[in-house]
């Protein structure tokens, strides 16, 4: 997290916004989730953006790579080093978010989501997930193969955004379970409780690992 106040306010109001924005629009996610999780969409990217602007540091960044040391007597060089929105990590970041939903649909099919029906649902359900669990990561640490095979071997440091990804994981997975139980509920639906955990579980990752 980039050690300023501005970040440090915006790093506490972002769960806040998440939350309140998830629990407003849960009786039309209940509703019509396919119109409700479109729609959602832009104010989320707009949240995530925000939050990863400000608090973390871009892949690249003077700011996320280790202060070198300087020598006895050695000044400090003055550095293009840029303290503004990084438009350009952010805009990068958004694309492999959108390729990766790709991919995310395929493992929730392979994981039980419906095949030959129930399309639009699963795939705006993996279009949120990889906004909230994978957007940070790419403007955070880029592509870097060493960065991703450290995140897929669950050995990289457990900070706020891959707090967030492991979390979201756990919470799709567990949101799974209401769904069979023979309660009758209009929320049990696909995939209402999928996208349930995926919300909680990412800000309770993302909570953890600050």
């Not at 916004?17 to 999780?37: G, K, Q």
């Not at 009758?184 to 600050?210: F, H, M, N, S």
Request: some cysteine; overall charge positive; hydrophobic content about 50%.
């Amino acid at each position: 997290i980039i050690a300023s106040s501005q970040a440090q306010v915006v790093r506490h109001l972002h769960p806040v916004l998440l939350l309140s924005l998830f629990l407003l629009r849960f009786n039309a996610l209940v509703a019509d989730p396919v119109a409700t999780m479109s729609s959602s969409i832009p104010i989320v990217v707009a949240i995530q953006a925000a939050y990863a602007i400000t608090c973390l540091p871009a892949a690249g960044s003077q700011i996320a790579k280790p202060a070198k040391k300087l020598r006895p007597g050695e000044k400090k060089k003055a550095g293009p080093e840029s303290t503004g929105p990084n438009i350009a990590t952010t805009l990068v970041a958004l694309i492999l978010s959108a390729i990766a939903t790709l991919a995310l649909y395929a493992i929730l099919v392979l994981f039980g989501a419906p095949f030959l029906t129930h399309v639009s649902h699963t795939f705006l359900c993996s279009a949120h997930l990889a906004i909230l669990a994978l957007f940070p990561l790419f403007y955070a640490r880029g592509v870097s193969s060493k960065d991703w095979l450290e995140i897929l071997s669950a050995r990289a440091p457990f900070d706020e955004a891959f707090g967030g990804l492991v979390g979201a994981c756990l919470g799709a997975w567990c949101g799974a379970v209401p769904m069979p139980l023979d309660w009758d509920r209009e929320w049990q639906k696909w995939p209402v409780t999928i996208l349930c955990g995926i919300y909680a579980g990412y800000l309770t990752g993302k909570l953890l690992g600050g």
